[in-house]
T-cell receptor, first 116, second 114 residues
């Protein structure tokens, strides 16, 4: 069974600064997908960024980028130039693909607060 | 309406009540999911449907009964719930079950069992 661990229950950052959220996972699969989702207070969960395990290049999406270390089974999220609207719960999620029936395994989440 | 919608947004029910949660996706997706989000616990997958057929039942108690009449609608029927069932119930949809595509989430139904 796959597991996802987010070791930082809470993080805070000043506006315009950079913050990195950690995520590690455990799997015996070779091809899989990793995601970071954002859940703002009282708002819908939305996708932040997505990484395919067979791609060596780290995914980027505007101010968001990942550091994907396949051998270490690590998938951290870097947020540059933090904005107040980035305040949210961030979830790391894993999908084994194939016959996993689209099942997402989530980490416990990290509450990020951006201070003005 | 766009994306994934859920009704009601808030629900308070007694342990002997019967109620239903509704989810509708307007994205033309083929797969739909129910998740339970409890405080201080990771999201738990409950059920997965693909083209109206249930493909995963993640050891969910029988007091939760899903229904998927078509690929756009998903229901979660609730009966004789327990206080520990109080949680945020999230519906999601995705293009298919390959896992390659993101899941789109609804706003959730905040359920309180008294």
């Amino acid at each position: 069974a796959q597991t996802v661990t987010q070791s930082q229950p809470e993080m805070s950052v000043q506006e315009a600064e950079t913050v990195t959220l950690s995520c590690t996972y455990d799997t015996s699969e070779n091809n899989y997908y990793l995601f970071w989702y954002k859940q703002p207070p009282s708002r819908q969960m939305i996708l932040v960024i997505r990484q395919e395990a067979y791609k060596q290049q780290n995914a980027t999406e505007n101010r968001f980028s990942v550091n994907f270390q396949k051998a270490a089974k690590s998938f951290s999220l870097k947020i540059s130039d933090s904005q107040l609207g980035d305040t949210a719960m961030y979830f790391c999620a894993f999908n084994a693909g194939g016959t996993s029936y689209g099942k997402l395994t989530f980490g416990q989440g990290t509450i990020l607060t951006v201070h003005p | 309406e766009t994306g994934v919608t859920q009704t009601p947004r808030h629900l308070v029910m007694g342990m002997t009540n019967k109620k239903s949660l509704k989810c509708e996706q307007h994205l033309g997706h083929n797969a739909m999911y129910w998740y339970k989000q409890s405080a201080k616990k990771p999201l738990e997958l409950m059920f997965v449907y693909s083209l109206e057929e249930r493909v995963e039942n993640n050891s969910v108690p029988s007091r939760f009964s899903p229904e998927c009449p078509n690929s756009s609608h998903l229901f979660l029927h609730l009966h004789t719930l327990q206080p520990e069932d109080s949680a945020l119930y999230l519906c999601a949809s995705s293009q298919d079950l390959t896992g390659a595509y993101e899941q789109y989430f609804g706003p959730g139904t905040r359920l309180t069992v008294t």
